[in-house]
């Protein structure tokens, strides 16, 4: 691994906090719905064949994007996770609120179709 001229260890990691530390309502949210996963706070909110099997957050410039995962995408209309969601979190006004089912993700499935 090399080195950047003229910088030292102390910068790197000090550059890396602030590129990982949010300082935004995210930390709030992320909190909250790590919480709640390890908490089980949503199986009465889900499905009797389903559960949350974990959450994410990714940063973006204008908005971040969370998601809370379950694991059976046949029940997720017999689920209601973002009612959860809404009474943990009832001062956040969320933008959008969506569900994609796994294989509609392209990310995780590099664009292969079934």
């Known amino acids: 691994m090399g080195s950047l001229p003229g910088t030292t260890a102390a910068e790197c990691e000090s550059n890396l906090k602030k590129i990982y530390t ?21 199986s009465d909110y889900c499905a009797s064949d389903d559960e949350v099997v974990g959450v994410s957050v990714s940063v973006r410039d204008r908005e971040d994007v969370f998601q809370v ?29 969506f569900y ?9 499935e590099g664009g292969r179709r079934h």
Request: charged fraction near 15%.
């Open 22 to 42: 949010v300082d935004t309502v995210q930390s709030a949210v992320w909190k909250e719905l790590l919480l709640a996963t390890i908490g089980e706070q949503f």
């Open 69 to 97: 995962w379950n694991g059976n995408a046949s029940c997720a209309n017999g689920s209601n996770i973002v009612g959860r969601i809404n009474e943990l979190l009832p001062q956040i006004p969320f933008k959008a609120v």
């Open 100 to 108: 994609k089912p796994h294989e509609e993700h392209h990310a995780f």
